[in-house]
């Protein structure tokens, strides 16, 4: 045995005491830590092919001749290039997430990294580094942790990119996106996110992956996606964990 295997296993017992292994959608009894029992396993609305090149959003028909897009990537084409994420967001994608989120649930991120590696291989494959959507500050410190930054990192560490959670910052504070319309989210966001100067350089030519949790109706990566390329960086694609059905496809 390796030393750092021995590490592992430690530290796996280590958290295995913190967090007793149950199931990262019902709280039932699992044998793996953060992972999901057979029922919510099979209740998780994997995303698959075909899906829209843009959005990453499920399509209705394989059209078998080169990429459709949907309808939303033609009439509202976003900021960031293409969006990939592992599951639609309702059942057991969302209790996921607010296990994660609001139970710190930290044993979760590994899990859930793990599933958005699957999901975001092709962007994974291009991406320069991988930026974590940022929060602002009173905000994380009434969290404690940012989600993003928590998804980001092992993200990174396992497709061998630089994790630069710095590169972006969020530099005013915005009022919750619930309940705006669309046009009202945009507006909310104006100007939330900004590269910082000194950080201008090492952006440069670089093309970003950009991490979150959960898209919702990508007003907030748009956002960060236009300060990354305003900042510097060439492209920008999206990799979240969940992704909330746009009702225009
Ligand atoms: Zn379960």
């Given at each position: 045995m390796q030393p750092h295997d021995a590490l592992r296993g430690f530290a796996r017992a280590a958290l295995a005491l913190v967090y007793p292994p149950s199931c990262a959608g019902c709280g039932g009894a699992t044998m793996d830590p953060g992972a999901l029992c057979p029922s919510c396993w099979s209740s998780l609305r994997l995303i698959e092919a075909p899906l829209c090149p843009r959005y990453g959003t499920?399509?209705?028909?394989?059209?078998?001749?080169?990429?459709?897009?949907?309808?939303?990537?033609?009439?509202?084409?976003?900021?960031?290039?293409?969006?990939?994420?592992?599951?639609?967001?309702?059942?057991?994608?969302?209790r996921m997430v607010h296990r994660f989120k609001y139970e710190d649930r930290l044993d979760l991120a590994s899990a859930m990294a793990r599933m958005m590696m699957a999901s975001g291989r092709e962007l994974l494959a291009e991406a320069d580094c991988v930026v974590p959507v940022p929060l602002y500050r009173w905000r994380l410190w009434r969290r404690r942790f940012n989600q993003a930054a928590l998804?980001?990192?092992?993200?990174?560490?396992?497709?061998?990119?630089?994790?630069?959670?710095?590169?972006?910052?969020?530099?005013?504070?915005?009022?919750?996106?619930?309940?705006?319309?669309?046009?009202?989210?945009?507006?909310?966001?104006?100007?939330?996110?900004?590269?910082?100067?000194?950080?201008?350089?090492?952006?440069?030519?670089?093309?970003?992956?950009?991490?979150?949790?959960?898209?919702?109706?990508?007003?907030?990566?748009?956002?960060?996606?236009?300060?990354?390329?305003?900042?510097?960086?060439?492209?920008?694609?999206?990799?979240?964990?969940?992704?909330?059905?746009?009702?225009?496809?």
């Amino acid at each position: 045995m390796q030393p750092h295997d021995a590490l592992r296993g430690f530290a796996r017992a280590a958290l295995a005491l913190v967090y007793p292994p149950s199931c990262a959608g019902c709280g039932g009894a699992t044998m793996d830590p953060g992972a999901l029992c057979p029922s919510c396993w099979s209740s998780l609305r994997l995303i698959e092919a075909p899906l829209c090149p843009r959005y990453g959003t499920p399509l209705a028909l394989d059209p078998g001749i080169g990429p459709l897009y949907s309808p939303r990537a033609i009439a509202d084409p976003p900021v960031f290039d293409r969006a990939r994420a592992v599951a639609l967001y309702d059942d057991t994608a969302r209790r996921m997430v607010h296990r994660f989120k609001y139970e710190d649930r930290l044993d979760l991120a590994s899990a859930m990294a793990r599933m958005m590696m699957a999901s975001g291989r092709e962007l994974l494959a291009e991406a320069d580094c991988v930026v974590p959507v940022p929060l602002y500050r009173w905000r994380l410190w009434r969290r404690r942790f940012n989600q993003a930054a928590l998804l980001a990192r092992p993200v990174a560490r396992r497709a061998g990119l630089p994790f630069e959670p710095r590169l972006l910052a969020r530099v005013r504070a915005t009022r919750p996106q619930v309940g705006l319309s669309r046009a009202g989210r945009a507006e909310n966001l104006q100007g939330a996110f900004r590269v910082p100067q000194e950080r201008r350089a090492a952006l440069q030519g670089r093309r970003v992956l950009l991490v979150d949790d959960v898209t919702t109706t990508g007003a907030t990566a748009n956002a960060a996606a236009r300060a990354l390329i305003r900042g510097g960086a060439i492209a920008v694609d999206l990799l979240t964990f969940a992704l909330v059905a746009d009702p225009l496809g």
